[in-house]
């Protein structure tokens, strides 16, 4: 018997499909696209802060010979950050750096990409929200000049939509829907803080603006009749994944990936937590974990995490191949040649 009432959750998550996206059964069907290689990559930082700070789109060539580079190391796959203002072209940012000239250079970084059989991920990484709670640092700004704990409800599925209609009929390029969420700094509740997460609106308390959810992200890349995979990861920074099971959204595509990111700094950084946490979503979904890596310009930790996820069967990509001061940070390379720093020389040797 099939029961005609639903939770309240469930009529919310029904009430957002029909609301975005009328024509979602006649434009979307099942998705048969199935991603079996295995992801072992890099991130490209810059396109996310360039833009905004006047200095340009991307930080470090974008040219065939540095995706030659890349290719040494064995990488099959760049996540990409991105920024809502500037592929939008909204908030007043540099005119030659945003709008249709970002949107122009984005897309044909990610065509030289995947000319060299790269899979690229696409991810909204700084986005729109006057934020004034925790861990916002010094970043009180509405505009896409830091990134955000929550995307905004007033833009960010917009720029999905943009995006997902740019390259929905490419089935490797991977959309992440949202870099790092943090509601749970906003939302001592943890419960509350997953249904922000997932629901946004009305079930996000602490803060300055209205909060997307990631089903409404999610329903405005399917809107476009776009069947790519979606990554979507959890709280504290996309390190918790904890109840992700519980409240990730349905997707009628069926092509959802976790998405986790795992430092040595945070919380779950113990292979106790990874079994715990990380294993039971491996035997239901595919994982992408977006961002590894590891502070002082070692690669002990990232040695041990990367083993465990080969046992997995999990994709992961390093943070990140630019040429910063590793000793501050995980940056892979000394040069855009490909040159290892400490830290890089592990990935490297691992891949």
Known sequence: ???????????????????????????????????????????????????????????????????????????????????????????????????????????????????????????????????????????????????????????????????????????????????????????????????????????CSGFQYEVAGMADLLNAVRCTGAKNQVMIGGLSFANDLSRWLEFVPSDPANNIAASWHSYNFNPCNTEDCWESQIAPIVNKYPLIVGEIGENGCNHTYIDSLMKWLDSKNASYLGWTWNTWDCSSGPSLIDDYNGSPTKYGQGLKDHF
Not at 39 to 58: A, H, K
Not at 81 to 101: K, R, V
Not at 169 to 190: G, S
């Open 1 to 203: 018997e099939v029961s005609l009432f639903f939770s309240r959750d469930t009529r919310m998550q029904m009430f957002t499909l029909v609301s975005l996206c009328l024509f979602w059964a006649q434009n979307v069907v099942q998705s048969t696209v199935s991603h079996k290689k295995l992801l072992r990559g890099v991130n490209r930082s810059g396109s996310e802060y360039s833009c905004v700070q006047n200095t340009g789109i991307f930080e470090g060539p974008v040219d065939d010979d540095s995706i030659k580079a890349m290719k040494t190391w064995n990488i099959n796959s760049v996540r990409m950050p991105l920024n809502e203002d500037c592929w939008l072209g909204i908030n007043n940012h540099p005119s030659a750096y945003t709008g249709a000239n970002y949107r122009h250079a984005i897309i044909n970084y990610v065509k030289r990409l995947r000319r060299k059989h790269m899979t690229v991920i696409l991810e909204l990484h700084w986005s729109d929200g006057l934020y004034k709670g925790p861990d916002q640092g010094v970043c009180y700004d509405k505009a896409a000049k830091c990134q955000k704990p929550m995307p905004d409800k007033e833009n960010a599925p917009r720029f999905w939509k943009s995006v997902a209609s740019h390259f929905k009929n490419d089935d490797y390029v991977i959309f992440d829907l949202f870099n790092e969420a943090y509601p749970d700094r906003a939302m001592k509740n943890k419960t509350e803080a997953w249904k922000c997460w997932r629901d946004g609106g009305d079930a």
